[in-house]
């Protein structure tokens, strides 16, 4: 209990939890006072929370300990904290009673400040917690045809189809075919949004206590349905390849998983693209152990189109779960996804899809039925746009910061990117405070590794992209300048 109480003493979750704090205006130790205020009042930092020393979080914050210092005392004339010799500073306050979420903040987890960066928006911050862009041009022409040829029928429609609008399904059935995945359109489930999918998938399988194995790194909002299940997390390291397959069936032997999530196409965040080797040994490993295989494949494009997916190196009998989705490849605004998997497995999600929202939109989904058979022009010309970006940042790295370490990715929308013997939340707070917001890599990490890495999108244009690197280069001078224990950052600043 007590452990539970004092997790905050980790000055790594307190960090996690105050967010942009730094980016507010007045002295920096007014700002800490002023979110740590906040974050008492929301109920966040509980009546009896021990927070961590002065030294500590001032080494985290990257700001002097005289800038804690004067924060704490601010709170302590507040009677919002206590200090004794001993026992160090504890929260004494009493948050008022309110409901869940009345604060506006996304639920706790791994992801929580990237899903709030939607929430609040970006501001004046560059912000590296989404790799997104707008929509695709073509999406405009698609959206008149719907319009012209199709828009009185489909109100006419009753609009509930909660295994998805048929039409589409065909059209998802038709696009495996492509990749030589035999599907018939009873083995699709169209959602909302390839997110909504991997949260029925992991409502199905898991239950508090379940064990699932995932690739180290891996995409934080997943990780955060595993947790929220109660899924206890076993994480397989990746080579060139993909996920390890040794190390896969070492994971399989040792903890019989309920269920392996994979990101074979593009992994988010390295890039990698799985070979097909390492998919029809992945698919053979999880079929010998009779673990179900949940592949994520969100990011998609004609490069991948030539790959199959691991559902179609499973033998007969295997549970593997594909998802697909418009939204990297075409629009965030479009929220279409998909599952493809047997038919038994579809009809029993479609049950949980039905208790989530009943359907999904039907005018998106005659929307993406029209996308779907252009994904590979639309995957071209947003290509051709991607490489010049990512060449452009791989120039300005080797440039401004040529200690930094990375592998061009074999596809994606970022760069996984390591900061020799650094920690990743201490630099954060410097690049905060030069106008970027970066997503340490341990967020992508079941157990907290990959602690010196981060993740840089490459969405933005280039002169977003050149003022990025300026940003990160005056952040990474300071720290170097400075060191992480020695921030020269005076209270009045």
């Known amino acids: 209990m ?9 000055p790594a979750e307190l960090v996690e939890l105050l967010g942009d704090w730094s980016t507010a205006r007045g002295p920096l130790y007014r700002r800490l006072a002023a979110a740590l205020t ?6 966040d930092l509980p009546h009896g929370e021990r927070l961590p020393s002065e030294r500590d979080l001032a080494r985290m914050l990257q700001v002097s ?3 804690v210092v004067a924060a704490y005392d601010e709170l302590r004339s507040a009677g919002m904290v206590d200090s004794r ?3 160090g500073t504890r929260v004494t306050t009493e948050a008022p009673k309110r409901r869940p979420g009345a604060d506006g903040r996304v639920p706790g987890g791994r992801a929580t400040s990237i899903f709030q960066r939607l929430v609040d928006g970006p501001g004046e911050l560059i912000s590296l917690a989404f790799a997104v862009e707008p929509a695709a041009p073509e999406l405009a022409d698609v959206v008149r045809e719907l319009v012209d040829e199709e828009l009185p029928e489909l109100l006419a429609d009753v609009g509930y189809h909660p295994r998805g ?10 696009y495996y075919k492509e990749m030589q995945l035999p599907t018939v359109p009873d083995q699709v489930l169209v959602t909302t949004g390839a997110q909504q999918a991997l949260g029925l998938v992991g409502q199905m399988y898991l239950r508090p206590g379940s064990t699932v194995v995932v690739e180290s790194p891996s995409w934080p909002g997943c990780l955060d349905v595993f947790r929220a299940a109660g899924a206890k997390m076993i994480s397989v390291p990746l080579d060139d390849e993909g996920i390890s397959a040794d190390g896969l069936a070492q994971a399989f032997g040792e903890h019989r998983p309920a269920l392996l999530y994979v990101m074979p196409t593009f992994h988010n965040p390295t890039g990698t693209l799985m070979s097909a080797h390492r998919r029809s040994r992945v698919a053979e490993i999880a079929a010998r152990h009779e673990v179900p295989v949940l592949e994520d494949n969100a990011y998609t494009s004609s490069d991948s189109a030539c790959v199959p997916p691991i559902a179609a190196f499973a033998p007969p009998g295997a549970e593997v779960l594909t998802v697909g989705s418009l939204a990297k490849a075409v629009w965030g605004g479009l ?4 599952v493809r998997a047997p038919g038994e497995i579809t009809e029993r999600l479609a049950r949980y899809k039905v208790r989530a929202d009943l359907a999904s939109p039907v005018l998106d989904q005659a929307l993406a039925a029209r996308v779907l058979p252009r994904l590979d022009e639309i995957a071209d010309g947003r290509a051709a746009v991607m490489n010049a970006r990512l060449d452009l940042l791989c120039d300005l790295l080797t440039e401004h910061l040529p200690d930094w370490r990375w592998r061009r990715p074999d596809g994606g929308s970022a760069l996984w990117t390591e900061l020799p013997d650094t920690d990743a939340r ?3 707070q410097l690049a905060l405070r030069q106008g970027v917001e970066v997503v340490p890599g341990a967020v992508n990490d079941p157990t907290g590794g990959h602690d010196n890495h981060i993740r840089l999108p490459f969405t933005f244009p280039e002169e977003t992209l050149t003022e990025l690197v300026r940003r990160l280069h005056r952040a990474w001078l300071e720290l170097k300048r400075h060191g992480p224990e020695n921030p020269t950052h005076h209270p009045s600043v």
């Open 2 to 10: 007590e452990r539970e109480m004092d997790r905050f003493q980790d």
């Open 38 to 43: 906040k974050a008492m009042r929301a109920g």
């Open 65 to 67: 300990r005289a800038t």
């Open 85 to 87: 010799r001993g026992s």
């Open 165 to 174: 609008f048929p039409p589409l399904r065909e059209t998802i059935s038709a």
């Open 335 to 338: 929220r279409i996804g998909w």
């Open 426 to 428: 201490v630099f954060a």
